[in-house]
């Protein structure tokens, strides 16, 4: 229940009363001062202060059921009328706005990953090369981009793979530079094994385990291919 309304009611209630009392008395003064008896100048009086009361029951009911509803409607169809009318314009911008379906929206966005992922694998093969050249032939180092390549877009490798085996690298420098190509990636890091199983000769030999629990080694830089947690800064690094 809501007091303050109910105490605004009756404020206003009481001030017409009081008026409605005032306009009685008076009215009730002049039928004495014209010569009528005390009966039918209090009856003067109640007539008085009840035509007083409809009034205002009248009024009140008028405003309530009548003109607040039909104020009320005119407002809302004004601000319906404004937020479904645009400005001009808007509407000459949305003409002049050309149309671009699914199909081209779909095909910038595959053209766009495609690039990222492209400049991304060849960031990488730059690091490769830097890493690996010194202890492989020509021919392995093209081999080791393809296969690279086949680990990115998460292809099979071919059954005719020739491993490769660099010179001068112990198995741990594999497993690190295995390593990287997976967190540069964002790949899970186990996940590489296999690959690393098929690529690198003599490495097939050794379990899955084996391999796994010595991708990464917290004395790193005592191997000719540390673990590299950012290849973006540790390329810049050595091109600047």
Known sequence: ????????????????????????MIGRR?????????????LTFVIILGICIIAYLV??????HVIFPWIEKKILKKKKTKAIVP??????????MPEISIEEIRQNANKFHIEEQNDKINLFLEYSHLTMAPYLTDDELLHLDEYIRYYVK???L????????????????????????AHYFGN????????????????KELSFSTIKGKLYDYQ???YKIPNIDNIHKYMSERKS
């Open 59 to 64: 009024i009140i009911a008028t405003l309530a």
């Open 1 to 24: 229940m809501d007091y303050r309304k109910i105490n605004s009611h009756i404020i206003l209630l009481s001030i017409v009363l009081l008026v409605g009392v005032t306009i009685s």
């Open 158 to 181: 071919p059954d005719n793979l020739i491993p490769i085996k660099p010179d001068k690298l112990k198995n741990p420098d594999m497993f690190h530079f295995g390593w990287n190509m």
């Open 220 to 222: 790193t830089q005592k």
């Open 30 to 42: 002049i039928m004495l001062e014209k010569g009528f008896d005390a009966g039918t100048a209090n």
């Open 87 to 96: 400005p001009e314009n808007t509407l000459n911008e949305k003409e002049e």
């Open 154 to 156: 998460e292809d099979i």
């Open 188 to 203: 899970d890091k186990q996940d590489v094994v296999p690959w690393l199983q098929a690529v690198f000769f003599g490495l």
